[in-house]
């Protein structure tokens, strides 16, 4: 498990005991804000009560307001795209604030879990030109703070700041907000702002409203005790006990660490230990299921080229977290099963000949692995040198799972809507784009009502009508048998589709072509931004011409012993990409589905199987990894998953 983490969650206000000596801005209203254009925008914040503040645009005094409550408000009138502009706030005594370098252009709010928050440095590996190579200066980006609250909506937000696309600034950024912002830029020539609202594991409860989750019991009870500051300390403080004695018990009888001759010395002498392919999940190569450290090496040579040359190993993804050594100097670490394992290593720590790559592994939930089909290597220079094959391996110490955590902010209801969004409600927007549904994968039904009413809550909170709203459809993942099945993610991704049906103005971003089976966080960010834009360029822009969805299921006929499936957004015409049309399953009477032909037919789908004679439902893309799901239309994007039967 990673190392315990304690999130703030008790703010009811920043500014409950707060006596106002001065004019308080937001923290959204900083320099380098963006605006959104051709609208009336607010200016808001905080001072005394009664006191006069004015605002100023570019010199010419806009308007004046006297606070009630503490609290005061201006309208903007609308502006065109541009800038930069500079907006100052005066009150009372002359207490002047400036928000510098201004542009009004469109403003998104880039919001679901942790595919949305994953950053550009994090896909480094399929993108190397991203960061060097961004230029894009009025592509700006605003990461609002991950902080959590359970009592009432936030007012403001802790900390933040606006910052441009640029190479000295975007490696923390949203990649899929990057792409899509730059998409954005680059097609309606305006500036973008990015509002980042995103939460790694956060469910789609944490972004609703305390009113709105009394639609949902469980939920709502859950939360109502988190009101209580003291209550939430002693979840909080027992967890810490908790994760604290486990690392301790951990950590103390860990023998590679305490014993004479540490293991990720070179000098210790590894003859006796076992034999382990790389990749590979442990199980399979003898390791008996186990929670607690396992160490592992190998031995390379080198030549002598690599001689105080920077080094770079790349350790695919294990399970569960590593420390890693080369000739007894210590690497690179990482605490948790995701992240790729990519280790810049020092000058001077390999050298030529004989070289010892030590790993020591912790395995939380009895389930360690090196995951297939990643790299594994070290590279100097010129050389790279395969880590793949024969390791060495020796089980240190055994304890029990890691124990659960009582309370985890983020993956609690309401938190993330009082803590992250509703500190953005005053800020005029373009629309949001949306990444999410992962956390509430083995909920999909429950989901099919959620999802939609979410929509429609932020919209009533921002008063702008019905914006777009447009959002990703999750990726391929993991594995499935070979059979047709339940379906697994499939049912979460039907209700990703059925959503839009159910809310206007929304799109939905088809990407289970770019995913990977073997990781929850795939590395095409760019495809999943750049597809994001093609909604907004006809949901947002009113590009009528533009393709911008895969084939989406649009009514069922049988005639005799075959189902005739005829779709929206056919584009230019309907194909089967990479070989034969896949990933269709009927069923018959009885419920039970095979593997049906399929064949393609003035836009229309056939699909049957000899062994039916009367199919009364289709699947299709009915899997984990839909891997052989291969309709899309002949602009390039991919077809929905669907289910559906015969009236």
């Known amino acids: 498990m990673k190392k315990l983490l304690l999130i703030l969650v008790s703010f009811t206000s920043f500014f409950s005991a707060f006596i106002w000596a001065e004019v308080k801005l937001p923290q959204l209203l900083s320099d380098g804000l963006v605006l959104q254009r051709d609208t009336e925008n607010k200016i808001w914040g905080w001072a005394a009560n009664n006191e006069k503040v004015t605002i100023i645009l570019d010199g010419k005094t806009i308007a004046s307001s006297t606070t009630k409550n503490n609290a005061w408000q201006v309208g903007l009138p609308p502006q065109t795209a541009g800038g930069p502009h500079k907006i100052t706030v005066v009150g009372k005594d002359n207490d002047i604030k400036y928000i510098n370098d201004v542009y009004f252009g469109d403003v998104w709010v880039a919001s679901g879990q942790s595919n949305m928050q994953t950053t550009l440095s994090r896909i480094e590996e399929m993108f190397p030109d991203a960061i060097p190579t961004a230029n894009s200066p009025l592509v700006r980006e605003f990461t609002v703070p ?5 009592k009432a909506p936030q007012q403001d937000l802790s900390g933040g700041a606006w910052e441009p696309s640029t190479p000295d600034k975007i490696a923390d950024h949203s990649a ?10 680059e097609t309606q020539k305006v500036p973008v702002g ?15 409203s305390r009113e709105a989750l009394k639609q949902y019991p469980e939920e709502y009870k ?3 005790n988190f009101k209580d500051d003291a209550y939430l300390q002693s979840l909080q403080d027992a967890d810490k006990k908790d994760s604290d004695a486990w690392y301790a018990q951990l950590n103390d009888n860990d023998e590679g660490s305490t014993s004479a001759v540490k293991w990720y010395e070179n000098a210790y002498n590894d003859s006796n230990w076992q034999k382990i392919n790389v990749p590979s999940v442990w199980e399979n190569e003898g390791i008996e299921p186990m929670s607690g450290l396992v160490w592992f090496r190998k031995t390379i040579d080198l030549p002598e080229n690599v001689a105080d040359q920077p080094a770079f190993l790349r350790l695919g993804v294990i399970v569960d977290a590593d420390i890693a050594y080369i000739n007894g100097q210590q690497v690179g670490r990482t605490w948790y099963r995701y992240p790729p394992r990519r280790y810049k290593v020092e000058p001077g720590i390999v050298k030529p000949g004989k070289n010892v790559i030590t790993l020591r592994v912790r395995v939380d939930n009895k389930q360690g692995e090196f995951v297939a089909e990643k790299p594994y290597y070290l590279e100097v220079g010129d050389t790279k040198v395969d880590l793949t094959g024969e390791w060495k391996y020796k089980i240190s110490n055994v304890v029990t799972p890691p124990p659960a955590q009582r309370f985890i902010p983020y993956k609690q209801a309401l938190g993330c809507y009082n803590g992250m969004l509703a500190p953005l409600f005053n800020m005029k927007i373009k629309g949001v784009i949306w990444y ?11 989901y099919q009502e959620l999802f939609p009413q979410l929509i429609q809550e932020w919209r009533d909170k921002w008063q702008q009508g019905n914006f777009p709203f447009l959002y990703v459809q999750l990726a391929n993942y993991m594995t499935d048998p070979e059979e047709p099945s339940d379906g697994g993610w499939a049912k979460l991704r039907y209700a ?7 809310a206007e103005n929304t799109a939905m971003a088809v990407i289970t072509d770019v995913g990977e089976w073997n990781d929850l966080h795939p590395l095409n960010k760019k495809a999943v931004g750049e597809r994001l834009a093609l909604t907004a360029q006809a949901l947002a822009y009113g590009d009528r011409d533009i393709v911008y969805s895969g084939p989406l299921y649009k009514s069922l006929e049988r005639e005799k012993n075959k189902l005739i499936i005829s779709f929206d957004h056919v584009g230019d015409g309907l194909i089967a990409k990479h070989g034969k049309l896949g990933g269709f399953a009927i069923a018959g009477e009885d419920g039970e589905y095979v593997w049906a032909k399929a064949k393609i037919k003035k836009n229309k789908v056939i699909v049957w199987h000899k062994s039916i004679k009367k199919p009364v439902s289709v699947r299709y893309a009915w899997r984990n990894d839909p891997k052989n799901a291969n309709l899309y239309n002949k602009n390039g994007l991919p077809a929905s998953v669907f289910e559906a039967s015969v009236d």
């Open 436 to 446: 999410q549904g992962e956390s509430n994968a083995d909920r999909s039904e429950q």
């Open 194 to 208: 990015i509002l980042g609202a995103n939460f790694g594991g956060s469910p789609a409860e944490c972004w609703i």
């Open 176 to 185: 899929v907000a990057y792409f899509f912002g730059k998409k954005i830029h």
């Open 222 to 224: 859950s939360i109502e």
């Open 496 to 502: 990703q589709f059925l959503t839009l049906q159910k």
């Open 146 to 150: 991950r902080i959590m609250n359970f």
